[in-house]
């Protein structure tokens, strides 16, 4: 479980091993515990703050300011990858379901097999759901497909 805690004249981190310059950059921020990765906004803070806070006469070099603003860009590439795939995901899964579409179904609901006509789709929270004899079911329930006699 991750802890919280501020940094400041009020807060609990003892900041008198920094400069005072890092003691004043990090007034107020707010840390958090047992955190495994940062944000882009974690990273938006350190870049500025490290910008803010560099010698005027060994100003950060070239080469290292664009590694960071590379990273930067691969982070929202990749966040926006993210997004891309998951609504592709979830449109693959709502038109694999309609695939079941007034066929008999025979499903796995808590080990009680339920069987009937499948007379409709739909997106619950994102997940694709059939509707069977009047009630919502996830398709990976689903253990038996057959064509319905005429």
Do not use: R
């Given at each position: ?6 940094v ?18 990090l ?37 290292q ?46 080990g ?11 997106l ?18 689903v253990?038996a497909?057959?064509?319905?006699t005429?």
């Amino acid at each position: 479980m991750a802890t919280t805690s501020t940094v400041g004249t009020t807060g609990s981190t003892d900041l008198s091993a920094y400069s005072p310059a890092v003691q004043q950059a990090l007034q107020g921020v707010t840390i958090k515990g047992n955190k495994s990765s940062l944000t882009q906004d974690d990273f938006l803070k350190l870049l500025t703050v490290q910008l803010q806070n560099q010698d005027p006469l060994k100003p950060m070099e070239d080469a290292q300011f664009m590694g960071q603003m590379a990273q930067f860009a691969s982070l929202e590439q990749t966040k926006e990858l993210n997004a891309t795939v998951s609504t592709l995901s979830t449109s693959i899964g709502f038109t694999s379901a309609q695939q079941f579409l007034g066929k008999n179904v025979t499903l796995n609901d808590a080990g009680t097999d339920v069987t009937g006509t499948v007379s409709g789709v739909m997106l619950v929270k994102g997940v694709p759901q059939i509707m069977v004899n009047d009630k919502a079911y996830t398709t990976d329930k689903v253990v038996a497909v057959t064509l319905p006699t005429p």
